[in-house]
């Protein structure tokens, strides 16, 4: 936020950082909008806890600028910037209760009177009956609630959130993915969420970068980027993609592909390329096992296969394919009336044409979904 209260675009302008000869962000552009929550998602060693760091000041950058609104923060130190983290240990001060962690950084400050933004912060985050309880009687979920509302009552014009999550079972994650994004759209404050989960990512944030060796693969909304990913390494890593290689040997507005003695359409406007070497891929859930002998839409793609193994999920079945050419598709299918194929039996897998999307060849389409998360 600036002096008059509104929160700002957080702007990161040829942003570099190198340890020796090892670049751990590299060249990175990036305009994270004023009140919106924004997610860095990517494997270990990307480069996102790298940029974090350096937008809450904790690692200089070694090329480029960080500007928050009109505001240069590149050199500031952090407790300067109008800045605040929350990190996966919520580090709070054990022998202090609920309501003096909540109201250290106002006191730090020389702020007397505390008590009414303390409470109005403690019942945002829903604790506020728990105000005298110390840390330790706390649950994960509720500690985490705790860090957010310490960092969130100095209303700092970014938050940036460090796998606030990572500490806790898997039950109450899913709930503290609804309370986090609640908490964001009633403050207003933009966050800045770093994460290896794509669930995390997708559940919580209005836009999601995927990075990868310091670099963004793809940015965008979680269902552009779940639906269209533009490389092999987005449609592996956000999700689960079986994959192809093949040649385009038809355009106009559905392309034809050849790929392993099979044809398949691809729609042109669901393809980063027109020609050429090509790889198609499509998610495990949209695809159809249909036992053999039976009957396909000559309309849909499809090819042959056997089915290797089948596990049941509870609302769906996930079978692994193994399909002509020995690579194992991913199947989801959900439970429904009809009867479930068994390991062994002969199946042909199918779907539809629009589901399809191109991607240009990349050497890591060899992974497997199985091998990609």
């Known amino acids: ?7 700002q675009d957080l702007h990161l302008m040829d942003l570099t950082k190198s340890f020796g000869d090892f670049v751990a962000v590299d060249d990175l552009n990036l305009i994270i909008p004023a009140g919106s929550f924004f997610a860095l998602l990517g494997p270990s060693g990307c480069g996102k806890t790298t940029t974090l760091r350096m937008v809450a000041g904790l690692e200089d950058p070694t090329e480029g600028r960080i500007m928050l609104g009109d505001m240069d923060i590149t050199h500031e130190k952090p407790y300067k910037r109008h800045v605040n983290t929350v990190f996966q240990s919520y580090a709070l001060f054990p022998h202090l209760d609920i309501f003096e962690n909540v109201a250290f950084g106002l006191r730090r400050r020389g702020i007397k009177s505390v008590e009414p933004q303390v409470t109005a912060m403690l019942e945002l985050v829903e604790l506020g009956p728990l105000a005298r309880r110390k840390p330790a009687q706390l649950s994960g979920g509720q500690q985490q609630r705790v860090a957010v509302a310490r960092a969130l009552i100095n209303q700092p014009g970014v938050l940036l959130l460090d796998e606030p999550l990572g500490a806790l079972d898997l039950k109450l994650r899913r709930q503290m993915q609804i309370e986090l994004k609640r908490i964001q759209t009633e403050v207003g404050t933009t966050f800045v969420h ?23 693969e793809q940015m965008g909304p979680p269902v552009e980027i779940y639906d269209l990913p533009r490389t092999a390494f987005v449609a592996n890593f956000l999700g689960q993609s079986n994959l192809l290689e093949g040649s385009v040997t038809g355009g106009g507005d559905t392309l034809s592909v050849s790929a392993q003695g099979h044809q398949f359409g691809v729609p042109a406007a669901r393809s980063a390329v027109a020609g050429g070497a090509i790889t198609i891929g499509v998610r495990p859930e949209k695809l159809s096992l249909a036992a053999s002998g039976q009957s396909v839409d000559s309309g849909r793609n499809a090819l042959p296969g056997k089915v290797t193994d089948a596990s049941f999920t509870g609302v769906s079945t996930q079978y692994l394919v193994m399909t002509p050419w020995d690579t194992e598709w991913v199947v989801f299918e959900q439970n429904r009336a009809s009867a479930i194929m068994r390991p062994g039996d002969d199946v042909t897998i199918h779907w539809e044409v629009a589901h399809t999307f191109g991607l240009a060849p990349d050497e890591t389409v060899h992974l497997t979904s199985a091998e990609a998360v």
């Open 194 to 216: 770093v994460t290896h989960d794509q669930e995390e990512a997708m559940t919580m944030a209005d836009t999601v970068a995927v990075m990868n060796k310091g670099r963004i």
């Open 1 to 7: 936020m600036d002096a008059s209260g509104a929160v």
